[in-house]
């Protein structure tokens, strides 16, 4: 976790040259999240290879091992599982610490709404200050009971339900984590539990479950896609190769596209059709983008990105490809501020609840360092400078956010006065080989 106490560690990038060389993200987090949790629910044990070892991972690596699953690191993100089974979750001892991890905390309140075990969550004042309503809605359909700090946030009481109640849960937001929670609750809960969402959003629950051996269908209707998982169900245990996260991928292939003469390839990156839009939308600006081998990875789309900076046009990005890059707007943005015209993005409210007001912070920080920006209730306007550097020359505050800290850095490298990020901390929730990576591509830190 953050640690609170310790100093904050300010951090510049620059860039002398172009960006060149192949690099390697980390495991995708989504997937790192799910493959651990499904392992503890497996009887036997469930091997994973390229698990994310950032610190959002180890709080559900470190959940997991408090509610009785046997969790180890066997090499560099080689993990093992032994689960306890389908229900068999034990009562933590203490709170589950959940550090900064809006998605250990939302689906593990999914996983203890239908064990017959209460359980505490607390975690830093980012993730404090974030809804957890969404998730308690349902859950409380389904039978398990809450205790919440004001607004339904953390530190938060579940205890859950043995048997819940089956549901058909219409989502009110377009919210993977919130699908994941009831789709887990489900899982122990007799009957059929569906939800409905009205606009896809990332897939990796259900696929993981399906490889699992969970019955998982799902159908298109009138109201949209209709998720139905058939309870009391029983996880056979899985060996599972985690994918490159393309939502880390978003740092290094943006900044490859603004600074000018930069060629670098991006290795292993998942390209799930739930988690390419910022690879399409960049392409709709002109960006110079190859996907080069093709492939399956534990039942994941994945390519390696070749990129090659060159001149990017603004466009308005439809507002439907939100679910689909969420996490990558804040790199959308600064691709943006070097293209040519106004970029026009929205739809985006879930940016305003994520680990920061993602809008605002943004918009701030572009403002100070000289880019021409509107924000607007559900989105920002950014005026394109071409291909000219910004001025920079400003210190921007990352509030507890990692893609706060990573789109800053990343400004920096196409900045004519050097762009501060006061606290680079935040970095290792995801990515905590970010800065020697992007030393390895030419940056200056
Ligand atoms: O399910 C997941 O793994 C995630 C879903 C998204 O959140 P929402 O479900 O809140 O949109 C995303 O922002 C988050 O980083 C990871
Ligand atoms: C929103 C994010 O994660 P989480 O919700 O898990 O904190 C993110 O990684 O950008």
Known sequence: MTDAAAEPLALSLTAAGPLSGTVTVPGDKSISHRAL????????????EGLLEGEDVLATAAALRAMGADVTRAGAGSWRV?????????????????????????????????????????????????????????????GASFAAAPGNRLPLTLTGACPAVPIRYELPVASAQVKSAVLLAGLNTPGRTSVVERVPTRDHSERMLRGFGATVEVEESAEGRVITITGEAELRPQTITVPGDPSSAAFPL?????????????????????????????????????????RIVGGEPVADLMVTAGPLRGIEVPPEVAPSMIDEYPALFIAATFAEGKTVMRGLEELRVKESDRIAVMAAGLA??????????????????????????????????????????????????????????????????????????????
């Open 254 to 294: 943006v900044a490859a596209l603004i600074v000018p003469g930069s060629r670098v390839t991006i290795a292993n990156v998942g390209l799930n059709p739930t988690r390419d839009g910022l690879v399409r939308v960049l392409r709709d600006m002109g960006a110079d983008i190859l996907l080069a081998d093709e």
């Open 368 to 445: 100070a360092c000289g880019v021409g920006v509107e924000e607007l209730p559900d989105g920002l306007i950014v005026h394109g400078r071409g291909g000219e550097a910004v001025p920079g020359g400003a210190t921007v505050a990352s509030h507890l956010d990692h893609r706060i800290a990573m789109s800053f850095a990343v400004l920096g490298l196409r900045a004519a006065a050097p762009v501060v990020v006061d606290d680079a901390r935040p970095i290792a929730t995801s990515f905590p080989d970010f800065l020697p990576l992007m030393r390895r591509l030419g940056a200056r830190v």
């Open 37 to 48: 949790m499904f392992g503890a629910l497996a009887v036997g044990e469930t091997r994973i």
């Open 82 to 142: 032994h689960g306890v089974g389908v229900g068999g979750l034990l009562q933590p001892r203490t709170a589950l610490d959940m550090g900064n991890s809006g998605t250990s905390t939302r689906l593990l309140m999914g996983l203890v709404a239908a064990h017959p075990i209460t359980a505490t969550f607390i975690g830093d004042p980012s993730l404090s200050k974030r809804p957890m309503g969404r998730v308690v809605e349902p859950l409380s359909r389904m």
